[in-house]
């Protein structure tokens, strides 16, 4: 059964699990009904960051319009534009073994899609969720609910994996921010 977290929980990956390889990163959420005129387009993302916090280029934003990393251990499954049906939104792939040394940390993050011009923020979003798997046997490793009320803010680092002494860990974050994509890409060093 998967551990189940709290915002601000912090829980070992691969010291318990020194196999542990290859991960899928699955986001999810429910938009709440609304009257206004446009749909939802959630999308996620993952950051790649060096011990300042900052990509070391562009190409560590991996999203809708950068699916893979130049080294190949971060690979966004695509874009869903609706978010409808059951289980995962969208779909992150890491592979561990893969992540350049450089890179210390990944943080996942979900925005709305124009959000500013439909007038959308994550106080119309619900059953927000983020889930690490173990890729190779579909064992559900580590689940965290938002249950938080983001009433203004249009983007939200969800989680990150980090290396800490030669080991991975999870830290549920669940921060969440003003200003969409653009505000969050700039605040990691992504030339927006």
């Known amino acids: 059964m998967a551990i189940s977290l709290q915002k601000g929980q912090k829980v070992d990956l691969t010291k318990g699990n020194p196999s542990l390889k290859r991960l899928l990163i699955g986001l999810g959420w429910d938009t709440n ?6 749909d939802f387009d959630l999308d996620a993302a993952a950051f790649l960051l060096g011990d300042n916090g900052k990509v070391t280029s562009d190409e560590d934003f991996v999203f809708y319009n950068n699916l893979k990393h130049k080294s190949g251990a971060v690979e966004h499954m695509g874009d869903n534009l609706t978010g409808e049906g059951e289980g995962d ?8 073994s893969k992540v350049p ?13 124009d959000a500013e011009a439909r007038r959308q923020t994550f106080g119309q979003v619900s059953n927000a969720y983020i889930r690490v798997v173990d890729d190779e046997t579909g064992k559900e490793l580590i689940r965290y609910d938002l249950g938080e009320d983001f009433s203004v ?13 030669g080991e991975w860990k999870f830290n549920a974050i669940g921060s969440g921010w003003k200003g969409g994509l653009a505000a969050l890409g700039r605040d990691y060093g992504v030339n927006v």
């Open 33 to 38: 009904k609304y009257d206004g005129g446009a």
């Open 89 to 96: 939104d969208e779909e992150i792939k890491v592979d561990l």
């Open 101 to 113: 040394p450089q890179i210390t940390k990944i943080d996942f993050t979900v925005t709305i899609y």
């Open 153 to 165: 803010e249009t983007a939200v680092v969800v989680g990150e994996i980090y290396r800490n002494r």
